[in-house]
């Protein structure tokens, strides 16, 4: 029983950084149609920018804010210098997806010459786990689930509630009608890399406080994030959100039958299964005809 | 005149579509366009809309030269476009199509959508609905409501009964009259040559991208070369 109750934890701390990261990629396809492959090192940059403004003795909150900050410029500066110019050019989705694994590899290569490629750790202050149901939890991974609870609940409000919220579904959904009742696409566009690069970094951080510290983090968790997209529908950010969970707490009961090693392949298998089985995803729905 | 093309060319990258269309709406009037596919009705109505720009000719509106802005400014200025397809946001509810009829103008949500309610009552009862879940007649009216939630003053409709029942195109019909009667010129494409020119009072023959007979309907309707051409006898 308390083996369960701490699979089901660490599952679902796994599973809801997946869905952050899942949840920017997802979106970003849906209005831009490509996969961005650089996503990944946006990751990778909020868990490395929030070391480096520890280092330089800044408090944690003050350093995770700033962090999320100077990833949102990463991916606005991405776009401005690539991704733009290239849907100005009218560039195709394989493009765009290869000029992103190219801005993958740079982002990577800048970190790495920061950073080099050691692991790393943030200095934190040692947590001590409590008991809950049996499994155990330390207080900083209750503070990560409610944030990742809240962060969601706050960008299902804005895209809900909101004009331009309502304004990226809308573009996201149709974009020739988008520009039929005049949409201000830069504008979409923007909010757009704002909230899923913001998203990303918030994923990265949380991953450097429950693990370490890796150059070649962003790839891992994107190929996770891709997997989960694939499973909740291409383009679904409720589908992102589920398709994360499902792939956090099944690669995490998959080690009651196999060893750890092979928890990456179990996210992979429910992927094939999903394609195979339900090629639209999870939440891929069917306009009605007639 | 309210809206006024002279000698318009446009088309697709090189591929030009109208050579030179010249063509005029009133205050007041619903004015049909018809003609075989292929002739360039749709095209008419994109150029104007600012989603294709016309490589020649002039486009006044109200006066004012409107050749090749953005159909983001044209709202704002007072015309609104249906596009013959995909012209609702179908992952949308209802309410939110609409609010996004009046993006421009974020003040106006509120009145247009008492606006369009008040003129599609059965859209009322639907507001919570997701738009994928309407039927096919419901989806069209939507389209028209997204259109009308700014209350344009010039209104450009490309084929809305396409795809609908029989019952359904009378229903439609019925309504554009309506609309027009509350005060809004209309410009409509058509590929019922015949109900088209029913409901308008004018209308514009288009053939092979260049004008070939126009008129008030009702002339037009027994046209003897038109009703062989276009009428099918």
Same mark, same amino acid.
């Given at each position: 029983m308390s083996l369960v109750a701490?699979?089901?934890?660490?599952g679902i701390i796994a599973g809801s950084t997946y869905a952050l990261v899942a949840i920017g990629l997802t979106m970003v396809f849906g209005i831009l149609h490509f996969i961005n492959f650089s996503h990944g090192e946006l990751v990778m940059l909020g868990a490395y920018?929030?070391?480096?403004?520890? &280092?330089i003795e800044l408090s944690l909150p003050i350093s995770i804010s700033i962090a999320i900050l100077l990833v949102v410029l990463v991916g606005l500066i991405t776009d401005i210098m690539v991704f733009k110019?290239?849907?100005?050019?009218?560039?195709? &989705?394989? &493009?765009?997806?290869?000029a992103s694994i190219g801005v993958s590899i740079v982002l990577q290569s800048l970190a790495q010459l920061c950073w080099g490629r050691d692991i790393k750790v943030l200095?934190?202050?040692?947590?001590?786990p409590i008991e809950f149901f049996g499994a155990s939890i330390t207080l900083v991974q209750i503070v990560m689930i409610f944030t990742v609870a809240a962060t969601m609940f706050l960008l299902f409000a804005y895209l809900n509630f909101t004009r331009i919220g309502t304004a990226l579904r809308a573009t996201s959904d149709n974009e020739e009608m988008a520009r039929v009742v005049g949409i201000d696409n830069d504008r979409v566009i923007m909010v757009l890399w704002i909230i899923s690069s913001a998203f990303a970094a918030i994923g990265g951080i949380l991953i450097g406080i429950n693990t370490n510290l890796q150059i070649g983090m962003g790839l891992l968790i994107l190929i996770k994030a891709l997997a989960a997209i694939i499973i909740g529908s291409v383009g679904n950010i409720r589908g992102a959100l589920i398709g994360g969970m499902v792939i956090g707490l099944s690669e995490n009961f998959a080690l009651i039958a196999l060893p750890s090693q092979y928890k990456d392949a179990v996210a992979f298998t429910i992927m094939i299964l999903v394609l195979l089985l339900k090629p639209e995803g999870i939440f891929g729905y069917k306009e009605r005809v007639g | 005149m309210l809206l006024e093309l002279r000698g318009v060319i446009s088309g697709y990258g090189n591929l030009d579509i109208l050579h030179g269309v010249d063509m005029e709406v009133d205050n007041g009037e619903i004015v049909c366009i018809i003609g075989p596919n292929g002739a360039g009705k749709s095209t008419v109505l994109k150029t104007i809309f600012g989603l294709l720009k016309p490589k020649g000719g002039t486009i006044f509106f109200a006066g004012e030269q409107i050749k090749g802005?953005? @159909?983001?400014?044209?709202?704002?200025?007072?015309i609104s476009f249906v596009p013959q397809d995909k012209n609702v946001f179908l992952s949308l509810t209802v309410e939110e199509n609409l609010a996004m009829g009046a993006y421009t103008r974020p003040n106006m949500v509120e009145k247009g959508?008492?606006?369009?309610?008040?003129?599609? @009552?059965?859209?009322?009862d639907r507001r919570d609905i997701r738009a994928c879940y309407l039927s096919g007649g419901e989806r069209k009216l939507l389209a028209i409501g997204i259109a009308l939630m700014l209350e344009p003053s010039l209104l450009l409709l490309d084929e809305p009964s396409m795809g609908l029942s029989p019952k359904y195109k009378k229903a439609l019909f019925d309504k554009i009259t309506e609309i027009n009667q509350g005060g809004i010129p209309i410009l409509i494409v058509e590929q019922n040559a015949y109900k088209a020119l029913k409901i308008s009072h004018r209308g514009y023959v288009l053939d092979m991208g260049k004008n070939k007979f126009q008129g008030e309907s009702g002339e037009l309707l027994v046209n003897s070369q038109i009703k062989k051409l276009y009428l099918g006898g």
């Amino acid at each position: 029983m308390s083996l369960v109750a701490q699979l089901i934890v660490n599952g679902i701390i796994a599973g809801s950084t997946y869905a952050l990261v899942a949840i920017g990629l997802t979106m970003v396809f849906g209005i831009l149609h490509f996969i961005n492959f650089s996503h990944g090192e946006l990751v990778m940059l909020g868990a490395y920018f929030t070391l480096a403004l520890i &280092s330089i003795e800044l408090s944690l909150p003050i350093s995770i804010s700033i962090a999320i900050l100077l990833v949102v410029l990463v991916g606005l500066i991405t776009d401005i210098m690539v991704f733009k110019p290239l849907r100005n050019q009218k560039a195709d &989705s394989l &493009s765009l997806l290869i000029a992103s694994i190219g801005v993958s590899i740079v982002l990577q290569s800048l970190a790495q010459l920061c950073w080099g490629r050691d692991i790393k750790v943030l200095d934190l202050p040692p947590a001590t786990p409590i008991e809950f149901f049996g499994a155990s939890i330390t207080l900083v991974q209750i503070v990560m689930i409610f944030t990742v609870a809240a962060t969601m609940f706050l960008l299902f409000a804005y895209l809900n509630f909101t004009r331009i919220g309502t304004a990226l579904r809308a573009t996201s959904d149709n974009e020739e009608m988008a520009r039929v009742v005049g949409i201000d696409n830069d504008r979409v566009i923007m909010v757009l890399w704002i909230i899923s690069s913001a998203f990303a970094a918030i994923g990265g951080i949380l991953i450097g406080i429950n693990t370490n510290l890796q150059i070649g983090m962003g790839l891992l968790i994107l190929i996770k994030a891709l997997a989960a997209i694939i499973i909740g529908s291409v383009g679904n950010i409720r589908g992102a959100l589920i398709g994360g969970m499902v792939i956090g707490l099944s690669e995490n009961f998959a080690l009651i039958a196999l060893p750890s090693q092979y928890k990456d392949a179990v996210a992979f298998t429910i992927m094939i299964l999903v394609l195979l089985l339900k090629p639209e995803g999870i939440f891929g729905y069917k306009e009605r005809v007639g | 005149m309210l809206l006024e093309l002279r000698g318009v060319i446009s088309g697709y990258g090189n591929l030009d579509i109208l050579h030179g269309v010249d063509m005029e709406v009133d205050n007041g009037e619903i004015v049909c366009i018809i003609g075989p596919n292929g002739a360039g009705k749709s095209t008419v109505l994109k150029t104007i809309f600012g989603l294709l720009k016309p490589k020649g000719g002039t486009i006044f509106f109200a006066g004012e030269q409107i050749k090749g802005i953005d @159909p983001h400014r044209l709202i704002r200025k007072g015309i609104s476009f249906v596009p013959q397809d995909k012209n609702v946001f179908l992952s949308l509810t209802v309410e939110e199509n609409l609010a996004m009829g009046a993006y421009t103008r974020p003040n106006m949500v509120e009145k247009g959508k008492e606006l369009v309610f008040s003129r599609f @009552p059965s859209l009322y009862d639907r507001r919570d609905i997701r738009a994928c879940y309407l039927s096919g007649g419901e989806r069209k009216l939507l389209a028209i409501g997204i259109a009308l939630m700014l209350e344009p003053s010039l209104l450009l409709l490309d084929e809305p009964s396409m795809g609908l029942s029989p019952k359904y195109k009378k229903a439609l019909f019925d309504k554009i009259t309506e609309i027009n009667q509350g005060g809004i010129p209309i410009l409509i494409v058509e590929q019922n040559a015949y109900k088209a020119l029913k409901i308008s009072h004018r209308g514009y023959v288009l053939d092979m991208g260049k004008n070939k007979f126009q008129g008030e309907s009702g002339e037009l309707l027994v046209n003897s070369q038109i009703k062989k051409l276009y009428l099918g006898g």
